[in-house]
């Protein structure tokens, strides 16, 4: 599925270093904070992977059935598979696409999207949300990490230098962020942890899918 929006292929070659170097390796952090409280032997589906310089650390953690990793940049997804050196490697799926490519009627046990929700407006985040869903079984884990919406000048000031610098490389399509997981805690989710790293600026959650009711 050919995607012409938000492509990341020209960021990729600095995409980790720029991260590192701005946020002095918080965000990598931020992603790793709940990865040791996955049970092992589940099913994984990883969205927005990058360039893949957490899959070792996912597959060391989780020890999964199988990992299914869904990219939509050719480059990253290239550099996933080369950064992919664990002996459990064999269990990861790669796919070169997007929420759309999940094959109908397949279930995870563990969604994992880190900083993959703030390249999207607000209706095709919704859209976004509702299909990962879709493929989440009940009692599933969902791990997610990125920025919060900024309220300090400071955060306000980064927001804006990080969204324009995207829009030029990647047409990244929006000039904002969300607060995903309250739009999740106001379906069927449930807060069971969340960490804050740099100075707060970066938030990362851990939630449980629930039974309607429940």
Known sequence: MKQVDNDYNALAPF????????????????????????PKGLRILFIGGGTGFLLND?????????????????????KSKRACKHVLKERVRFVHGTQLDIQEGEEFDVVL??????QFRFQTLSKIF??????????GLWLWSDFIPPEKWWQKFL????????????????????????IMLKRNYRMEKESFFYR??????????TSVGE
């Open 58 to 78: 996912v597959l060391e953690a989780s020890a999964p059935k199988e990992l299914v990793y869904i990219e939509k940049s050719q480059v990253m997804i290239e």
């Open 159 to 182: 927001m804006r230098t990080m969204l324009f610098f995207f829009e030029l490389t990647t047409s990244l399509g929006t000039n904002r962020v969300y607060a995903v997981p309250e």
């Open 113 to 118: 999207s880190f900083f993959f929700f703030d």
């Open 15 to 38: 995409y980790d270093w720029l991260g590192h170097a701005v946020y002095f390796g918080a965000i990598g952090r931020s992603q790793k904070a709940y990865l040791s409280e996955i």
């Open 130 to 139: 509702l299909k990962l869903d879709s493929h989440l079984k009940e009692g």
């Open 200 to 209: 707060g600026f970066i938030r990362s959650v851990k939630l449980k899918k």
